[in-house]
């Protein structure tokens, strides 16, 4: 697995904003990446020190196609949550105005 494939982007939603109060981060990560290998990404990347990972995998959903009787199923995938060592921030949550 090439390293760049791994950190897909960060999730941005207001949950997720009220993590980073904690020193916590989210992000949508590849669905065979482990936790080490998140962890070790993410310090090359940012520079930073990860203290943990927590990962999950979102199941898919069921969407109806408009304007008929079907349904498709959208692809499952993995979510990680990463706690930084006290003191460090990433800058990838937009500021508010």
């Not at 959903?61 to 460090?88: N, P």
């Amino acid at each position: 697995m090439r390293l760049s494939n791994i950190i897909i982007k960060p999730i941005v939603t207001e949950k997720s904003v009220d993590l980073t109060k904690d020193g916590k981060y989210t992000f949508r990560v590849h669905l065979k990446a482990h936790k080490g290998l998140i962890a070790s990404e993410l310090s090359k990347m940012y520079g930073v020190d990860v203290v943990d990972v927590n990962t999950s995998i979102v199941p898919g959903k069921k969407k109806r196609i408009l304007k008929t009787r079907r349904f498709t199923k959208t692809s499952k995938w993995k979510k990680a949550i990463i706690k930084l060592k006290e003191g460090q921030k990433l800058d990838i949550i937009p500021k508010e105005k």
